[in-house]
Structures are given as structure tokens and as C-alpha cells.
């Protein structure tokens, strides 16, 4: 299906990274967006609180990170595309609701602006280091997707991404913006509506009185409904039955909690979104994403400069993880890289998927400002001794 | 409570028990709520309302908190979500703005939406969002074993204070008006034809409606308090209510054994949430004002 025209402001752009995410879900057809004030994400919904009322939607202002990120779900559950907006300190009120959107198939998006932590931290300047609270930060077994651009045309493109995989696999996601990539200012061109490929919500065919709201179809993935159109459904954040309603059994859990895991599996393999350069016969292979692979390009370049074999491999969504394609590098390469701005978390992915195979060398950052190249280079030359 | 001389707009199965069975999620029976509670009148009443006010009720939407109230929204056969924790207001504000022609009800208890949610709960006043929320206030935390909740009345004895509460407990109806509800009630299950025709007369008000409706819970507090079973807790709410329709909500507060004012305190008319974004963007927009289709059946 096409982009709804009357959201996309086709053109050529000067707009930095969190205006593009705004435009980005103005075009992936976001008409609600709920946000409470954050440095340094604000600039999203300033802009959507700007843009929305000559479009035909609503932002409203909560009262607090708990209220944003449940307000977008009671929209999404009217028939609304919905998101939020916030960075750290917000990020982890948010995780009691992203708990909520898994358990209960919520279709939604939740873009973090990432800075400085752990707490109030460094509120204008970049990190990376909320990577594994976007995986693990609510309570209990669930999956979601995270997707990390590096760029303000990447911040736009990624975004209408991001509510077509929400819709597809009616899960959660994460889009993993840092400061850097929030605040820097490039050109963004925003194609034609109909240039726009956006994946409609899959509403069932079926009568209420055969269907079933968790019943998942041949993909895993159950189809939705909307309040309001006589389906009388049940949602509850219990462990829930097909038919949605609470069953704490053990067996049904196990039902549950699996299929929300395994309905992503195809992200982690064939559907895998990376970025690779240089990967044949490539010694080294520099794994990063967001800002950082901004600076390890310059890094790989100099190191080819020098005759080092470094290749790439951009990370962009680093959920689910990738872990079949380095896996397959491992068995290859000398070593990964794995420069981050934090003190070593997507790394762990990149060891554990190379399961020995290969040497993983993080180069670690605590956050504030980027790495200097040279840091990064000096590891991709120790690394290919 | 079984004998109705309305005129029933829904058709009741033939072998149906009770008139407000086609409300409820029969294959959900029995219901997790012990002897003597409160909670089940007050979904009788609500039933009721929704009868007497002949709702279409595709378009009738129940949101829950946590907590014993909180279940009222899987055992109602509407469109119903049970949230987290404190949240049902601001999915309720959600689900109200996306789909303006939904009648939102809010169902929880008195912790849920006055302790960890009293927040959403005195914001969504101010807003005045077009919400109706029905609280079953049984003065504890319920379905965690009975600990003191923001409702607890002095010299109680909880699980979380043995010794007997010393904290002062919120006014609901006075917190409620000072917020900026359009309309508070206050009534006790003993009081199920007023209550019923409170609900009936919110679901006709716009804005913010607030009904607090006091309930036994025999299990935790009733007996912690030797006050009895549901019965006498019946007996002790027809003893001691005082019908006031009008009274000052600051002079509304609940003691332990003392009078309960019951009644409508406050029914007035505000500008709710739409009314006042339109004028706004009107105001500053003009033509340029798209009004709001957030829900989409297509996209
Ligand atoms: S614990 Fe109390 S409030 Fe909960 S169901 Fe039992 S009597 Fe009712």
C-alpha cells in the first residue's frame, strides 16, 4: 500500500535527525503521537505537535513517560498508527508499557534518543547504551525489534520501517536514535506518497463469533482487531489464551511466551537488515551501528589505506540480532571490532554468535561525545596482526 | 435484584439466569470475587445503566487497572482491556482520542487509580477528557492481601500497618472536584438503584465523570476490622449513609465508623477535551484545522 499523501512532504530537506523521525512517521501513517518532554528527543513531537493538526491527527502532552507510552496503546487499540518519543531517564519508565505492547501484541513504535547514563547522566550528549534495556528492560521472556540509524535520511526511511515491521509482526519497536544522529543536520529527501511502501494493518476477515484474538496465523503472528467494530475482545496483560482471555497455566505460558519469540526468527536470518562492505577476503570486520559507524567508516578507510583487510558490517537492526551473518563471518575472519558508546553491550551478541571462531575486540566508549577514529583504527590494526 | 420491568432492548437467551447476562462473558463464570463483595453489585448496576440508557454497546469500551476492580473488564462482554498497574486512565485517553465515538469507561479500584495512578487520574480531570471513570473504592489494597491504601481511613488495621493507620486518607469526591471532573458521585453498594442511575446519567454527560462507589471487601477489611461480613457491612452503609445531594465535597470525608455523605455533589458543564482542542486550532488555524482521524480502517 502507498503513503497516505496528505502526511508526506515530498521534497529535499535540510532536517536533522529528529525532525526526519517525525516526517517519518508522518508518512507511515502515524495520525497519534503521545510524548512527555526529554532532551534530547523533544524535537520529534515539537515538530509532530506542530505538523499534525493541519494533517488530521492528535498529539497530546502526558503527564509522564508511564502515561505516553500506554496512551499510544489505547490509541493503537482505536485503530490508530502510534508512537512515543523520549531518551534515557524516559526510556526506562517506558519499559513497565513496552512489557505491555509484547504480552499484548500492540503493533506501536518507540523511538529513544539515546544520551549519557545511567540516570539523569549526560542529557545533551550521545550514547549507545540503552541497547540491551530496548532488549531486556521490561520483566519476563518477550521479543521486540530495534533499529539504529545513522543518519537524518536513515532517521526518515528507518522510521516508516519501523511501523511496517510493528504491523507485520505486531510486536513493539525500537528505534534507536542517539544524540548524534538526533541533532545533526543533512539532507533528507522524502520521495512521492506513492514511492512509499507502507504495510496496512491486518485486520481479520473474520465474524466476531469466530474470531480469535491471539490466534496466530500462518506466520505466528495473530491478526488485530479495533475497538468499536463489534468484536467485544478482550486484552489483558495476564497470560491470555487465544481467545484472550486469562489462563496461568503452564502450558498455555509456554504457548505464549514462545510464539512471541519465534515470530521474529526470520529477522535474526534471512530478513536481516545490515549494511556490508569489503567482506570478501576481509581480515577484520568492523561491527557497529548508529553514530559509531559514522566514525569506524573513517576508520576502515584508513586501515585499507594501510593495506589492512577491514570490511564492514552495519548493524541496523540490532534487534533481533544478526547472529546467523556473524556466525558465518566467524568462521572467516580474524577478528571483529566492535566499537560502541558504551562499556561493551552489543558486543556480547557479536562474541556469542562467534562462539570462539573468531577474535571480538571491543572498543569501548562511557559516552559524551564519539570515538576518535585512531582508537578505532589502532584495534582494527592489532586486531589484523 | 432479579426482577426488571424495563424494556429490554437485547435479547436475553432463554435459559439466561439473570437479565445482565448477555452483558457478561458467561464462558468466564464463575467469577474470582469471594463471598460478600461488593465488586459483582457494582457491575449489576453498571449493566444495568447500560440497559436503561439503551447504549449501543459496540461502542461501549471498559478499561481496568490492577486489582480486584480490575477484573470487571474481562468479565464485561464489551470491548475491554485490562492494563497495568495505576494506567487505565491514560489508555482509556488513548483509546477515547483515537476513536472519539467509543463511550470509555473507566472500572478500577481505589488503589490502582488513587495511588499509583492518582497522577493520570487528577490530569485527565483537568483535561476534562470525555472519560467516565467508576471507581469501587473498598478503603484497601484487595487482591495483594489487604495492605493500606491512599483511601485507608485512620486507626484501620491493614497488613502494612498492624498497629492501626495513622496517615490521612484522600477525599476522592473533593480530589475529583478540585481536579476538574464535570460530574462527581459518591454512593455505597447498598445503594444500587442510585448507583445505576448515576452510571446511566454519566453515560450521557460529557467530560470527565467521576462515580466513587464505597464496597465491601469482607475478606481483608471487614474482618482485619471485625466489622463483619458483606451483610452487615450492607447493614452498616444504610446505618450511617446520609443522602446529600449537592453537599461540599470537602466536607465529604470518609472515617472508619463515622456517616458516609452520599449523593451527587457535582454535575457541571466544562468544555471537554475536543471541544477545546477544536476551538483552539480553529482559533489559531482557521481552515487549515484538519480534524482529527486517527483511527483508520485501511492503513
Ligand atoms: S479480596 Fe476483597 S475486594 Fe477482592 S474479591 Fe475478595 S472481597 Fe472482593
Redesign the pocket.
Known sequence: MHADPKGVLTGVHFLDGDHACCEGTLAAGARFAAGYPITPSTEVVERFAWRIPTVGGLFIQMEDELAASIAIQGAVWGGAKAFTVTSGPGFSLMMEHIGYAAMTETPCVFVNVQRGGPSTGLPTLPAQADMMQARWGSHGDYGIIALCPNSPQECFDLTIQAFNLAEEFRVPVMLMLDECVGHMTEKVVIPEADGINIVPRRFTHKSPEEFRLFEPQADGVPDMVKAGDGYRFHVTGLTHDERGYPNMTVDTQDRMVRRMQTKLAPLAGSRAFFEAEHLEGADVVVVSYGITSRVAQRAIELARQQGVRAGKFRLISAWPFPAAHIAELAARVKAFVVPELNLGQMVNEVERAAAGKAAVIPVTHAGGTVHNPETILKAIVEAAR | MNETTLEIPYEIPADAHNPVEPFLRMDRMPH???P????GTTVNCFTRALLDSKADLDKVAVVSGIG??GRVAGYARLDSFHTTHGRAIPFATGLKLSNPELQVVVYSGDGDLFAIGGNHFIHAARRNMDLKVICVN?L?Y??TG?QTAPTTPSKVISATNPYGVFEPSFNLVALAEAAGASYVARWTTYHVKQLARSMEEIFKKKGFCFIEVL???????QRRNKMGDGLDTMKFYKEVSKVRHGARTSECELTKSGEIVVGKFVDRERPDYFELLRAQMTESLGDRYAEPEVSCSEC
Open positions: 474470582i470475587w469471594c460478600g463483595c461488593g465488586i480486584c476492580t473498598n484497601t484487595a487482591m489487604g464496597s465491601p471487601c469482607p475478606t481483608l477489611y
